[in-house]
Protein backbone atom coordinates (compact mmCIF):
# COMPACT_ATOMS: atom_id res chain seq x y z
CA UNK A 1 0.00 0.00 0.00
CA UNK A 2 1.49 3.42 -0.82
CA UNK A 3 0.41 6.99 0.76
CA UNK A 4 -0.83 9.41 -1.55
CA UNK A 5 0.87 13.13 -0.87
CA UNK A 6 -1.46 16.05 -0.70
CA UNK A 7 0.93 18.73 0.07
CA UNK A 8 4.33 20.13 0.12
CA UNK A 9 5.35 23.19 1.27
CA UNK A 10 8.57 24.86 2.53
CA UNK A 11 7.66 26.53 5.79
CA UNK A 12 11.50 28.35 6.37
CA UNK A 13 14.49 27.82 5.31
CA UNK A 14 15.50 23.84 5.51
CA UNK A 15 12.17 23.09 7.43
CA UNK A 16 9.42 21.95 5.26
CA UNK A 17 5.59 20.65 5.90
CA UNK A 18 4.00 17.46 4.26
CA UNK A 19 0.68 16.84 4.26
CA UNK A 20 -0.10 12.61 3.20
CA UNK A 21 -3.62 11.37 2.45
CA UNK A 22 -4.41 8.40 5.53
CA UNK A 23 -7.61 8.67 6.07
CA UNK A 24 -7.47 5.81 9.03
CA UNK A 25 -4.82 7.35 10.90
CA UNK A 26 -6.42 10.64 10.50
CA UNK A 27 -9.80 9.44 12.08
CA UNK A 28 -7.93 8.18 15.27
CA UNK A 29 -5.02 10.65 15.51
CA UNK A 30 -4.88 12.68 18.87
CA UNK A 31 -2.56 15.60 20.19
CA UNK A 32 0.97 14.05 20.85
CA UNK A 33 1.45 11.32 18.74
CA UNK A 34 3.22 10.71 15.97
CA UNK A 35 3.76 8.71 12.63
CA UNK A 36 6.90 6.53 11.12
CA UNK A 37 7.34 7.00 7.52
CA UNK A 38 9.64 5.21 4.92
CA UNK A 39 9.73 6.80 1.75
CA UNK A 40 10.48 3.48 0.00
CA UNK A 41 11.35 -0.55 0.45
CA UNK A 42 14.89 0.43 0.66
CA UNK A 43 14.29 3.05 2.94
CA UNK A 44 15.10 4.20 6.27
CA UNK A 45 12.03 4.64 8.98
CA UNK A 46 11.73 7.66 10.80
CA UNK A 47 9.70 8.87 13.01
CA UNK A 48 7.49 12.46 12.92
CA UNK A 49 5.05 14.03 15.60
CA UNK A 50 1.69 14.36 14.05
CA UNK A 51 1.61 18.21 13.51
CA UNK A 52 -1.84 18.32 12.51
CA UNK A 53 -4.46 15.87 11.58
CA UNK A 54 -8.28 16.29 9.09
CA UNK A 55 -10.68 13.72 9.85
CA UNK A 56 -13.21 15.36 7.02
CA UNK A 57 -10.37 15.04 4.43
CA UNK A 58 -7.83 12.24 5.76
CA UNK A 59 -5.27 13.49 5.82
CA UNK A 60 -1.98 13.98 8.37
CA UNK A 61 0.11 16.50 7.94
CA UNK A 62 3.97 16.10 9.63
CA UNK A 63 6.57 19.10 9.71
CA UNK A 64 9.92 18.14 9.59
CA UNK A 65 13.53 19.53 9.63
CA UNK A 66 16.12 18.92 7.10
CA UNK A 67 18.70 16.64 9.02
CA UNK A 68 20.18 14.08 6.65
CA UNK A 69 20.01 11.24 4.03
CA UNK A 70 16.41 10.67 4.18
CA UNK A 71 14.34 14.18 5.10
CA UNK A 72 16.59 15.48 2.31
CA UNK A 73 15.18 12.83 0.03
CA UNK A 74 11.54 14.04 1.32
CA UNK A 75 12.45 17.61 -0.15
CA UNK A 76 12.00 16.09 -3.69
CA UNK A 77 8.72 14.70 -3.04
CA UNK A 78 5.37 16.92 -4.20
CA UNK A 79 2.21 16.52 -4.48
CA UNK A 80 0.82 13.45 -6.25
CA UNK A 81 3.99 11.49 -5.19
CA UNK A 82 3.75 8.42 -2.82
CA UNK A 83 4.72 7.38 0.50
CA UNK A 84 5.81 3.64 0.82
CA UNK A 85 4.60 3.36 4.61
CA UNK A 86 2.84 5.84 6.60
CA UNK A 87 2.11 3.78 10.37
CA UNK A 88 0.37 5.42 12.95
CA UNK A 89 -0.94 6.74 14.99
CA UNK A 90 2.16 5.85 17.28
CA UNK A 91 2.83 6.54 20.70
CA UNK A 92 0.62 7.44 23.76
CA UNK A 93 -1.59 10.19 23.37
CA UNK A 94 -1.12 13.37 25.31
CA UNK A 95 -2.90 13.85 28.80
CA UNK A 96 -5.45 16.74 27.53
CA UNK A 97 -8.21 17.81 29.94
CA UNK A 98 -9.17 20.92 31.60
CA UNK A 99 -6.64 21.94 34.25
CA UNK A 100 -6.80 25.87 34.17
CA UNK A 101 -3.87 27.86 32.54
CA UNK A 102 -1.40 25.85 30.38
CA UNK A 103 1.58 27.24 29.21
CA UNK A 104 2.81 25.83 25.67
CA UNK A 105 6.71 26.13 24.68
CA UNK A 106 7.84 24.95 21.54
CA UNK A 107 11.22 25.76 19.86
CA UNK A 108 12.20 25.57 16.48
CA UNK A 109 10.66 22.71 15.44
CA UNK A 110 9.33 21.69 18.26
CA UNK A 111 6.87 24.40 17.54
CA UNK A 112 4.76 22.11 15.22
CA UNK A 113 4.02 18.90 17.20
CA UNK A 114 2.92 21.79 20.23
CA UNK A 115 -0.24 23.30 17.63
CA UNK A 116 -2.07 20.64 18.23
CA UNK A 117 -1.86 20.61 21.89
CA UNK A 118 -2.48 23.66 22.53
CA UNK A 119 -5.34 23.59 19.94
CA UNK A 120 -6.69 20.44 21.99
CA UNK A 121 -5.93 21.83 25.53
CA UNK A 122 -8.01 25.20 24.72
CA UNK A 123 -10.70 23.34 23.19
CA UNK A 124 -10.90 21.35 26.36
CA UNK A 125 -11.39 24.71 28.32
CA UNK A 126 -8.14 26.04 29.20
CA UNK A 127 -6.45 28.61 28.54
CA UNK A 128 -3.73 28.49 27.07
CA UNK A 129 -0.52 30.75 26.66
CA UNK A 130 1.48 29.81 24.32
CA UNK A 131 5.66 30.49 23.78
CA UNK A 132 7.22 30.11 20.47
CA UNK A 133 10.84 30.79 19.80
CA UNK A 134 13.66 30.30 16.81
CA UNK A 135 17.20 31.30 16.33
CA UNK A 136 15.86 34.59 14.07
CA UNK A 137 12.12 35.83 12.82
CA UNK A 138 13.43 34.09 9.26
CA UNK A 139 13.37 30.50 11.02
CA UNK A 140 10.11 30.89 13.24
CA UNK A 141 6.78 28.65 12.17
CA UNK A 142 3.25 28.65 12.75
CA UNK A 143 3.30 31.99 14.53
CA UNK A 144 -0.59 32.75 13.07
CA UNK A 145 -1.38 29.06 13.62
CA UNK A 146 -0.93 29.37 17.34
CA UNK A 147 -2.11 32.74 17.50
CA UNK A 148 -5.25 31.22 16.72
CA UNK A 149 -5.34 28.52 19.22
CA UNK A 150 -3.78 30.29 22.15
CA UNK A 151 -5.26 32.68 24.44
CA UNK A 152 -1.28 34.69 24.99
CA UNK A 153 1.12 34.37 22.21
CA UNK A 154 4.73 35.19 22.77
CA UNK A 155 7.92 34.85 20.54
CA UNK A 156 11.56 34.72 21.34
CA UNK A 157 14.57 34.74 18.99
CA UNK A 158 17.70 34.18 19.56
CA UNK A 159 18.90 37.38 18.15
CA UNK A 160 16.16 39.66 18.98
CA UNK A 161 15.13 40.66 15.38
CA UNK A 162 11.36 39.45 16.89
CA UNK A 163 9.73 39.46 20.32
CA UNK A 164 11.72 38.50 23.25
CA UNK A 165 15.69 38.82 22.68
CA UNK A 166 16.56 35.63 24.14
CA UNK A 167 15.10 32.08 25.07
CA UNK A 168 11.53 30.60 25.50
CA UNK A 169 12.62 29.74 29.06
CA UNK A 170 13.35 33.37 29.76
CA UNK A 171 9.25 33.97 29.62
CA UNK A 172 8.18 30.66 31.12
CA UNK A 173 10.72 32.49 34.34
CA UNK A 174 8.60 35.63 33.93
CA UNK A 175 5.26 34.13 33.74
CA UNK A 176 6.02 31.74 36.91
CA UNK A 177 7.18 34.94 38.66
CA UNK A 178 3.98 36.78 37.96
CA UNK A 179 1.14 36.52 39.78
CA UNK A 180 -0.46 34.69 36.58
CA UNK A 181 -1.13 31.22 37.52
CA UNK A 182 0.68 28.08 35.57
CA UNK A 183 -1.05 24.52 35.97
CA UNK A 184 0.91 22.57 33.50
CA UNK A 185 4.06 23.08 31.63
CA UNK A 186 4.26 21.55 27.98
CA UNK A 187 7.75 22.30 26.84
CA UNK A 188 8.63 20.79 23.28
CA UNK A 189 12.02 21.38 21.28
CA UNK A 190 15.82 20.42 21.13
CA UNK A 191 16.86 18.18 23.74
CA UNK A 192 18.90 20.68 25.19
CA UNK A 193 15.99 23.77 25.45
CA UNK A 194 13.93 21.10 27.33
CA UNK A 195 16.53 20.72 29.69
CA UNK A 196 16.80 23.75 30.48
CA UNK A 197 12.90 24.43 30.60
CA UNK A 198 13.19 21.92 33.15
CA UNK A 199 15.56 23.17 35.50
CA UNK A 200 13.39 26.79 35.11
CA UNK A 201 10.14 25.22 36.27
CA UNK A 202 11.67 22.32 38.80
CA UNK A 203 11.71 25.59 41.58
CA UNK A 204 8.26 26.20 41.16
CA UNK A 205 6.88 23.14 41.44
CA UNK A 206 4.46 22.80 38.27
CA UNK A 207 4.08 20.06 36.53
CA UNK A 208 6.22 20.27 33.51
CA UNK A 209 5.84 17.62 30.35
CA UNK A 210 8.22 17.19 27.86
CA UNK A 211 8.24 15.16 24.51
CA UNK A 212 11.56 13.12 23.99
CA UNK A 213 12.46 12.36 20.19
CA UNK A 214 15.08 9.51 21.11
CA UNK A 215 16.74 7.70 17.75
CA UNK A 216 13.73 4.80 17.41
CA UNK A 217 13.20 2.26 14.75
CA UNK A 218 10.06 0.28 15.18
CA UNK A 219 7.96 2.12 16.98
CA UNK A 220 6.42 -0.18 18.77
CA UNK A 221 8.60 -1.37 21.79
CA UNK A 222 10.01 -3.77 20.10
CA UNK A 223 13.72 -3.05 19.22
CA UNK A 224 14.09 -1.08 22.43
CA UNK A 225 16.42 1.72 20.37
CA UNK A 226 13.88 4.72 21.67
CA UNK A 227 15.01 3.61 25.52
CA UNK A 228 15.57 6.46 27.99
CA UNK A 229 15.77 7.24 31.74
CA UNK A 230 12.90 8.77 33.69
CA UNK A 231 12.88 8.61 37.51
CA UNK A 232 15.47 6.35 37.12
CA UNK A 233 13.73 3.81 35.15
CA UNK A 234 13.93 2.90 31.41
CA UNK A 235 11.00 3.18 29.46
CA UNK A 236 10.45 3.46 25.66
CA UNK A 237 9.42 6.38 23.94
CA UNK A 238 7.86 4.93 21.84
CA UNK A 239 4.84 3.01 23.47
CA UNK A 240 5.30 4.77 27.64
CA UNK A 241 5.84 8.28 25.59
CA UNK A 242 6.69 10.45 24.20
CA UNK A 243 5.37 12.48 26.31
CA UNK A 244 7.01 12.33 30.31
CA UNK A 245 7.48 14.28 33.37
CA UNK A 246 10.29 16.52 32.76
CA UNK A 247 11.36 16.13 36.53
CA UNK A 248 12.68 12.70 35.83
CA UNK A 249 13.95 12.75 32.50
CA UNK A 250 17.91 12.21 32.03
CA UNK A 251 18.50 14.46 29.24
CA UNK A 252 22.19 14.11 29.26
CA UNK A 253 22.07 10.50 28.77
CA UNK A 254 19.24 10.93 25.88
CA UNK A 255 21.58 13.42 24.53
CA UNK A 256 24.58 11.01 24.66
CA UNK A 257 22.02 8.58 22.85
CA UNK A 258 21.30 10.85 19.99
CA UNK A 259 25.07 11.59 18.88
CA UNK A 260 25.92 7.87 18.59
CA UNK A 261 25.43 7.37 15.06
CA UNK A 262 25.86 10.69 13.60
CA UNK A 263 29.45 9.93 11.75
CA UNK A 264 27.39 7.15 10.12
CA UNK A 265 24.41 9.47 9.77
CA UNK A 266 27.14 11.64 7.93
CA UNK A 267 28.68 9.82 5.83
CA UNK A 268 25.29 8.56 4.56
CA UNK A 269 24.05 12.53 3.82
CA UNK A 270 27.78 12.81 2.24
CA UNK A 271 27.56 9.73 -0.34
CA UNK A 272 23.66 10.52 -0.93
CA UNK A 273 24.64 14.37 -2.17
CA UNK A 274 28.37 13.07 -3.63
CA UNK A 275 25.95 9.90 -5.82
CA UNK A 276 23.15 12.31 -7.20
CA UNK A 277 23.41 15.66 -6.23
CA UNK A 278 21.25 15.56 -3.09
CA UNK A 279 18.34 15.62 -5.69
CA UNK A 280 17.14 12.29 -5.78
CA UNK A 281 15.36 9.33 -4.51
CA UNK A 282 18.29 6.76 -5.28
CA UNK A 283 20.34 5.37 -1.96
Known amino acids: ?40 ESGERIPLTIADF ?24 KKGDTLQDFVGPLGT ?27 AYREAGNHVISIIGA ?15 SDELYVATDDGSKGHHGFVTDIVKDILDSDQ ?7 IGPPIMMKVGAGVTAPYGVETLVS ?5 ID ?29 GVDFDLMMS ?16 NKKCGGDCKCH
Open 93 to 119: PSDIRKLGTVVMVGGGVGVAPVYPQAR
Open 181 to 187: QADRIVI
Open 1 to 40: MSYNILETRNLVPDVNLMKVEAPDIAKVAKAGQFVILRID
Open 54 to 77: DVDEGSITVIYQVMGKTTKQLTIL
Open 257 to 272: RLSLYRPQEKEALESY
Open 212 to 216: LNPIM
Open 135 to 149: RNEEMLILEDEMAEV
Open 219 to 247: GTGMCGGCRVSVGGETKFACVDGPEFDAS
